[in-house]
């Protein structure tokens, strides 16, 4: 079955809505999925780490020591705390069962490089849409032009920064984590708006009247378990604009199907098991983490918008239309 299968023949929950923000429930059928456990579970056993790559460490990449049986899901995006400096998973992975591997990640913490600890833990934050939205574009550029999971650092950066100044957070490290906590309150206000349905395994958000993001997850107990941050990340700005839009979102969802099945993936080895599978069309980014044949991940993006200029990536002379 193609992707854009997956994606097509979802059932749609009833609307959540809130503001300017639609959250609609996913239930997405994919037959015969491994079992996998989340990262958060994995860490409560204290036989999964993950620690910097050597004493001294480097900033984009960490290491993964997984000691259990089980396989393990870590969902692009997911904030890791401790170590020299906060990081965030570059795309997201299947780790194998005993085993150990080296991940891709992006600093979310540019004012520490010293140790807090020497594990990393605490992956309670999925980073804001709009950070993970700018994330995944760098990273399928960087693919696309030299087969690396990298991220446009400078940019996530950037955009931290502007959250800190937007909401008014001053933080020594300038970790967005600390931008997180000053938004607890309204995470806390938001969960009786948006709960997890039986059986659902996904999301569609739409954001001022237009497809915003998606995100389904094979494995029904592995979603459960990451709605939540999910959530949060999609409703980080949800109060910036408290226009309400009156759409039709089957509508919208159409032109998103239509414009992404014109494309042809580009296919790429998982840093972890399985393959990683990138769309880029004129609108919409995304990727899908596979193996066995079967879809673990599947993650889109409404992209950023450039005001109609060529994204120049910084990997090489090739140039991307936005």
């Known amino acids: 079955m193609k ?5 097509s023949r979802v059932k749609f929950g009833d609307p959540q809505k809130y503001e300017d923000i639609i959250i609609i429930p996913i239930f997405a059928e994919i037959d015969k999925v491994l079992f996998f ?17 050597d004493q001294s ?6 290491k993964v020591i997984n000691k259990l049986d089980q396989k393990v899901f870590i969902l692009d995006g997911e904030e890791l705390k401790g170590g020299k400096q906060n990081r965030v998973v ?27 600890s020497h594990h990393f833990g605490d992956p309670d934050v999925v980073i804001p849409a709009d950070i ?27 955009e931290i920064s502007k959250l800190q100044d937007e909401f008014g957070v001053k933080s020594e490290t300038s970790a967005m984590r600390d931008v997180f906590e000053k938004r607890k309150n309204l ?47 999609y409703i980080f700005r949800s109060n910036i604009s408290k226009k309400e839009n009156n759409i039709d979102y089957g509508d919208e969802y159409e032109k998103f199907l239509k414009e992404i099945e014109a494309v042809e993936p580009l296919k790429f080895k998982s840093p972890a098991l399985g393959w990683d599978l990138r769309i880029a069309s004129k609108n919409f ?16 993006f409404r992209k950023k918008e450039y005001n109609n200029k060529k994204y120049i990536n910084r990997w090489g002379d090739v140039e991307f239309e936005i």
Not at 92 to 106: A, G, H, Q, R, T
Not at 203 to 228: C, E, M, R, T
Not at 285 to 300: C, E, R
């Open 3 to 7: 992707i854009i299968d997956y994606v």
């Open 37 to 53: 456990i989340t990262l958060d579970e994995a860490l409560k056993t204290n036989e999964f780490h993950i620690k910097e790559v």
């Open 57 to 62: 460490g480097t900033v984009p990449n960490l």
């Open 90 to 116: 570059n795309t997201s992975l299947l780790i194998k069962n005993k085993s150990e591997f080296v991940i891709p990640v992006s600093c979310t913490e540019q004012g520490r490089w010293h140790y807090q």
């Open 132 to 158: 993970r939205r700018i994330k995944n574009e760098s990273v399928f550029y960087s693919l696309a032009c030299r087969s690396r999971y990298d991220s446009d650092q400078g940019a996530i950066w950037h």
């Open 187 to 233: 995470f806390e206000s938001m969960k009786e708006k948006f709960p997890c349905i039986e059986g659902q395994n996904g999301i569609v958000v739409f954001q001022n009247g237009k497809f915003d993001g998606l995100d389904i997850i094979s494995l029904k107990s592995a979603y459960k378990n990451l709605h939540n941050k999910l959530i949060k990340s």
């Open 285 to 300: 980014v995304g990727s899908i983490l596979t193996y066995a044949n079967k879809p673990i991940h599947i993650n889109f």
